[in-house]
Every structure is written in C-alpha cells, then in structure tokens.
C-alpha cells in the first residue's frame, strides 16, 4: 500500500515563495513518476508538476513554468515543490500523487495513489 503524505503549505503574499514536500511510503521507488496537481475551490484539479524517479526528467504546466521547481530525494522517498514568486491565482489544495509507469501525463486518472492534500493561500 502506497502512502503519500504531503506538507509545506500556508498561508504566503504574493511574490513569495513556499516549499511543499511529498514523503512516499510503501514500496521501493525506484521507477514511476511523481505528479503535483491542485485543486481550487469550484475548479477541477489541474497538473502542476511532475518527475520521474528514475532519471528525473520533468514536465511543467505552462502556468507555473519558471516560478516553480519540482525535485525529488529518491534515498528519502521523498518529491518537493518549490513555489516561487507566488499569485494569488496560485491558491488551492496541492496533491502530490504516483503513477506506477514512468511516463508523465498530465491527466489526473493517469495517477494510482494521491495524498490527503496541503493548502497553499496566497494574499494580494
């Protein structure tokens, strides 16, 4: 059984920046691919970011590209975000999730585990 358990959100201004961190448990991850999404109130949940464990190649959304950086620590099992020069339009509930093939697609339903979420609120 795979766990997921994200942290790092609060409560931020615009401009600043934020650090969230997805610890996996469960199994040996040595292949797959790690995503971020978000999810803001009467929005659908979108594709932030997302990194393959092995190898490390990225894929980003084209409204974070440049702002934020997805990262992972394979001995620690652990994927991080880093959000810089955040918007108030950044503002929601950030899920990390995992994927059992390497590939990284950018649909949600693509993802088998998700964790419990992390809110991320930033003020104008």
């Known amino acids: 059984q795979v766990q997921l358990v994200e942290s790092g959100g609060g409560l931020v201004q615009a401009g600043g920046s934020l650090r969230l961190s997805c610890a996996a448990s469960g199994r040996t991850f040595s292949s797959g691919g790690m995503g971020w999404f978000r999810q803001a109130p009467g929005k659908e949940r979108e594709f932030v970011a997302a990194?393959?464990?092995?190898?490390?190649?990225?894929n980003y959304a084209e409204s974070v590209k440049g702002r934020f950086t997805i990262s992972r620590d394979n001995a620690k099992n652990t994927v991080f975000l880093q959000m810089n020069s955040l918007k108030p339009e950044d503002t929601a509930v950030y899920y990390c999730?995992?994927?059992?093939?390497?590939?990284?697609?950018?649909?949600?339903?693509?993802?088998?585990?998700w964790g419990q979420g992390t809110q991320v609120t930033v003020s104008s």
């Open positions: 999730a995992w994927r059992y093939d390497s590939g990284l697609p950018r649909e949600p339903y693509q993802y088998r585990y």
């Open positions: 990194i393959r464990w092995s190898g490390g190649s990225t």
